[in-house]
């Protein structure tokens, strides 16, 4: 099954992300979800029979990112660790990702 079949049959209300590679496959992850989010590919609701669902569904969908769940490598020179994990934190909550320290039940 798609993903985007996945999120819309189970009524996916928050994709919690986390992973290696904070500045290039989760930010990469993130942002891809964050566009299908907004062109209304991880809902069911229709734009031109409920447009208010649709709204609803499209904004409702948190799309967060677990910042103590992620990492990225150092290679000196090359691509420090510190810098990298922190634009691609960055990068994500610019385009709309929530970060997120912990979970609360």
């Known amino acids: 099954m798609p993903s985007c079949e996945w999120v819309k049959d189970n009524h996916i209300e928050t994709l919690l992300v986390c992973g290696d590679c904070t500045d290039v496959c989760v930010s990469d992850f993130v942002v891809s ?3 299908a989010r907004n062109h209304g ?13 649709h709204v609803a569904a499209v904004t ?26 922190h634009v691609g934190l960055w990068l994500m909550a610019s385009r709309g990702a929530v970060l997120v320290d912990g979970l609360t039940p």
């Open 33 to 35: 979800a964050l566009s």
């Open 41 to 53: 590919l991880l809902t069911a609701a229709d734009p031109t029979t409920d447009r208010a669902a």
């Open 60 to 85: 409702g969908l948190r799309i967060a990112v677990l910042v103590n769940a992620c990492e990225t490598f150092d290679a000196p020179g090359f691509h420090e660790r510190a810098a990298a994990h």
